[in-house]
């Protein structure tokens, strides 16, 4: 399911296909790939499960919607039969034990045998199709940590240059500072002029003496009051523009003057301030050899499954075939 579905997404409709067009589809068929036919009850049937799942989560597909997604949603059932003949040509079988812990996952998940099958419903999936489903995305994840994922190598010099290309801008630490206060609303139940008469009062308190904390703690009208009015670490952009100035611009360890944004009348007390600055490799190795594993796992699958088409004989019916100026995006069932 979720492999499946992803896999097929990111594979684009292409002249890959090759072709003889509908005239030499048998009869109740709507794709012939290499020896297996695709029936177009079989494919109907999908369609449907596809229209009902959308109207399931109140969103309407019109039959023109059905109409555009038809050519689309072929192509990933062609996909699907390449990749589990390709399985059980290697002798790949589902993992029984992982799909019974998956289903019992989300039978646990729904908090009860009734709950799970009213889901299930709602998806237009029986148990039975949900368990078939799983076995073939359990067969088609083997099938590419075996021919794809686990031929992968990401060499050192490959990070450091993903690294050196890329270190301005994705290892990047924004400047921030860390923060606290105490807020006193404007709104309905209390004016500009009260809540500013209210937080000089708070003011002239900590000016003599009271912990800025307690202070907070004790006066705030703010949610983060409990926390003692801290707002923790914070960049550009994540406060209003106000707020941010003052946070940013004055000295570490002063209480600004009453600062007034939408919310209402502000304390601001700047504890620390963090310059921007650059991750450095090896603390970065991490993430580097994840993205490349990523991106290699991405073009090895597209890789794999278009080798695939290439070997294939396919054919399609007229509506399903590509034209040279289309390169449209699978959507699959979602």
């Not at 177009?40 to 969103?59: C, S, V």
């Not at 990933?76 to 399985?87: C, G, H, Q, V």
């Not at 209402?264 to 963090?274: D, P, R, S, V």
């Amino acid at each position: 399911m979720k492999i499946l579905k992803l896999l097929l997404a990111a594979v684009s409709i292409t002249a890959l296909l090759s072709s003889c067009g509908s005239k030499e589809l048998p009869e109740g068929a709507v794709a012939v790939v290499n020896k297996t036919t695709i029936s177009e009850e079989d494919f109907n049937k999908e369609l449907t499960r596809f229209k009902e799942q959308y109207e399931a989560q109140g969103m309407a597909v019109s039959d023109g919607d059905l109409e555009m997604i038809k050519p689309q949603l072929l192509d990933s059932l062609i996909i699907k039969e390449l990749l589990l003949s390709k399985a059980e040509e290697l002798k790949i079988t589902p993992d029984e034990e992982e799909i019974n812990a998956q289903i019992e996952g989300f039978k646990q998940q729904m908090g009860s045998e009734e709950a799970f099958q009213q889901a299930l419903e709602m998806s237009g999936y029986t148990e039975e199709k949900l368990i078939s489903d799983l076995g073939e995305q359990s067969v088609v994840q083997q099938l590419f940590e075996q021919e794809v994922y686990g031929k992968i190598e990401i060499t050192e010099e490959a990070m450091h240059t993903f690294y050196d290309e890329n270190k301005d801008t994705a290892f990047v630490i924004p400047e921030s500072v860390e923060a606290s206060h105490i807020l006193v609303r404007v709104d309905e139940n209390q004016s500009e002029e009260a809540a500013l008469d209210k937080i000089q009062d708070i003011k002239a308190m900590i000016d003599e003496g009271m912990d800025f904390g307690d202070a907070a703690l004790e006066y705030s009208e703010g949610p983060s009051n409990v926390q003692k009015g801290s707002l923790g670490q914070f960049g550009r952009g994540q406060m209003v523009p106000e707020f941010e100035k003052v946070a940013f611009d004055q000295e570490i360890g002063v209480v600004s003057e009453p600062v007034l944004t939408q919310f209402g009348y502000h304390l601001i007390l700047t504890t620390a301030k963090n310059a921007e600055e650059v991750m450095g490799y090896d603390e970065s190795k991490e993430y580097i050899e994840y993205q490349l594993n990523q991106e290699a796992q991405n073009s090895g699958t597209m890789e794999y499954i278009e080798n695939l088409k290439d070997k294939a004989k396919i054919i399609l019916p007229e509506w399903a075939m590509p034209k040279e100026e289309e390169n449209v995006e699978l959507q699959t069932t979602g």
